[in-house]
């Protein structure tokens, strides 16, 4: 099994995010004891964004810390728990929403594609949308 990090650079999908850890300088927490669960925006995900919105959030550490962060929950949490919350509370600081009805699950306007992508320090869930905090 591998961590957080190497368990996203090694699914080949998360280049974009595994970029914006390394240049958050993210990479050692994430590799972390944890646990954590990660809500994990694929390479499309990121591509949705206004054109521009990447390389701008890479020269910007702070907002890209602060976003990144509000993708990630401590503690590990499945999918069996999430359908059974409302919000969370993110390390960035606010709440993520979490509505798990009409046979998705959903996490502020994002839906989970992949739940429980298992790693040696947390989970991952995979969305198809970069969440973005108010």
Do not use: C, R, W
């Amino acid at each position: 099994m591998a961590d957080i990090v190497d368990t996203a650079t090694n699914a080949g999908s998360f280049n974009t995010l595994v970029a914006a850890i390394k240049a958050a300088n993210l990479v050692d927490t994430l590799k972390g004891a944890g646990p954590f669960t990660v809500f994990a925006p694929t390479d499309a995900a990121f591509a949705k964004l206004p054109a521009g919105t990447v390389d701008a959030l890479l020269k910007d550490i702070p907002k890209l810390k602060k976003i990144l962060t509000y993708h990630v929950i401590s503690g590990k949490v499945l999918s069996a728990d999430v359908v059974k919350l409302k919000s969370a509370k993110t390390v960035e600081g606010s709440d993520v929403k979490i509505n798990a009805s009409n046979q998705s699950v959903k996490v502020n306007d994002a839906t989970v594609a992949t739940p429980d992508v298992a790693a040696d320090n947390g989970v991952i869930h995979i969305i198809d949308t970069v969440l973005i905090p108010a």
